[in-house]
């Protein structure tokens, strides 16, 4: 299965704290991606890290990829109680096509 | 709005019954894909579909078949529906190049 694992599973900080969490995936990739999912909704793009790049920002959010490792974070600065969500990794390969990992429960608690 | 929109958002039938689910997308994205998302949030990839061309079905029963009947559109059909079944459905779209999906809301299939 092409489908990555996040850790940690599940993750409870305080609101203006820092989030990390990662990802391992296992075959090469032409980009890794991750996407918010509030509870009930669909996935929203937040951020898309090419195999050749290995940091980028955008607003709060901070990826790092790691190519030898097959591994990703992501960093949440300043952490909000809007940030409370799952976040997944995905991975893209030859085709378009987006695999998941298994996902990292978010709570920030107010 | 430019959005995926899919229909209905909640669906419950029975056992062997036949389904479906529709899925447009005005983003004039060239790919629509539809994945599965079972209770424990795991989110699989059931079909990638560019140009009424299928690209990948990865280990779907052959209950469920994609039907587009143009760029916008890919509705997911399910006959003879199992328990099994019972999961949320996303569709989603994206332009050819390498560059993020966009999720439909879900539809919540519920077979009893």
């Known amino acids: 299965s092409q489908q990555g694992e996040e850790d940690p599973q599940a993750l409870s900080i305080q609101e203006g704290e820092n989030a990390t969490m990662n990802c391992s995936y296992k075959t090469s990739i032409n980009n890794l991606q991750w996407y918010r999912q509030n509870s009930g909704r669909g996935l929203v793009h937040l951020i898309l890290i090419r195999s050749n790049e290995r940091e980028k920002h955008s607003g709060r959010l901070r990826v790092t990829l790691d190519t030898s490792k097959k591994s990703s974070s992501l960093l949440i600065t300043a952490s909000r109680a809007a940030d409370t969500a799952s976040y997944f990794c995905?991975?893209?390969?030859?085709?378009?096509?987006?695999?998941f990992g298994t996902g990292t429960r978010l709570t920030v608690i107010p | 709005d430019t959005a995926v929109s899919q229909t209905p958002k909640y669906l419950v039938t029975q056992m062997g019954n036949d389904k479906s689910i529709k899925c447009e997308q005005n983003?004039?994205?060239?790919?629509m894909y539809w994945y599965k998302q079972d209770s424990k949030k795991f989110l699989k990839i059931m079909f990638s579909y560019n140009n009424k061309e299928l690209i990948i079905n990865e280990t779907v029963p052959n209950r469920f078949s994609p039907k587009s009947p143009d760029k916008a559109h890919l509705n997911l059909h399910i006959n003879s529906l199992e328990l099994g079944d019972s999961a949320v459905y996303f569709c989603a779209s994206s332009p050819a190049t390498y560059v993020g999906y966009t999720f439909g809301s879900g539809t919540r299939l519920t077979v009893v």
């Open positions: 995905a991975t893209v390969t030859g085709a378009n096509n987006l695999f």
């Open positions: 983003l004039g994205h060239d790919t």
